[in-house]
């Protein structure tokens, strides 16, 4: 079945240090990924999706098949970085299966 | 482009209490979904539609009904409201490149 895992339901960090957001997903096909994120009081919108292979906001994602990961990764990260992080698996291109999500604290 | 609209932006329900919850595109979108947000178990997709006058089950759907009379907006109906419908809703429609946007939600309280 496939399945979209985010292990972490909390990570804390502090301003400058890398983040590692971790995204593991199970799917028998070839998989289209994304990262959704949702600022606090905003509404859920796209980060990054692993086709078009870019940076937003520093943020950087690889699609890893060998592990099937696609885990969301910046080096230094900032105060406005605070959000909940969905990361999200398309099934026969019209549904997206999400993961539990996980909230990202950075502190001053 | 006012996007993806969601109407009520709250409400509170008693136990038996029927709502329906509207949403809006305005992106000529065919795809739309609605979605419940529970902590700890990320977003479930209720039901969904691929085109006007269709509409089909997702991962949750009991009690809930769903209606796509225009293609740019998708209706969802709770009949008759239990306490395990306390949740937060988003709306979404899917546009170019499978990419979803999405209405900023509707808090739900069902006591």
């Known amino acids: 079945a496939q399945r979209v895992t985010q292990p972490e339901k909390l990570l804390s960090v502090f301003k400058g240090a890398p983040v590692e957001l971790k995204c593991n997903y199970s799917?028998?096909?070839?998989?289209?990924l994304f990262w959704y994120v949702q600022y606090s009081r905003q509404r859920l919108q796209l980060l990054l999706r692993?086709?078009s292979r870019e940076s937003i906001k520093g943020f950087t994602a690889d699609l890893n098949k060998g592990e099937t990961s696609f885990h969301l990764k910046k080096p230094f990260a900032q105060e406005e970085d605070s959000a909940m992080y969905y990361c999200a698996l398309s099934k026969n291109t019209d549904k997206l299966i999400f993961g539990t999500g996980t909230r990202l604290q950075v502190f001053p | 482009n006012a996007g993806v609209t969601q109407t009520p932006k709250f409400r509170v329900l008693k136990t038996g209490q029927s709502m329906t919850l509207l949403c809006a595109q305005d992106m000529n979108h065919e795809y739309m979904y609605w979605y419940r947000q529970d902590p700890g178990m990320g977003l479930r997709l209720i039901h969904y539609s691929v085109g006007e006058g269709t509409t089909a089950k997702g991962e949750v759907p009991d009690g809930y009904n769903v209606s796509r009379l225009k293609k740019q907006n998708f209706l969802l109906g709770l009949e008759s409201a239990a306490p395990s419908q306390t949740s937060v809703y988003f709306c979404a429609s899917m546009g170019v490149q499978n990419i979803q946007y999405f209405g900023a939600g509707t808090r739900l309280s069902v006591l």
């Open positions: 692993h086709i």
């Open positions: 799917y028998s096909g070839s998989p289209e």
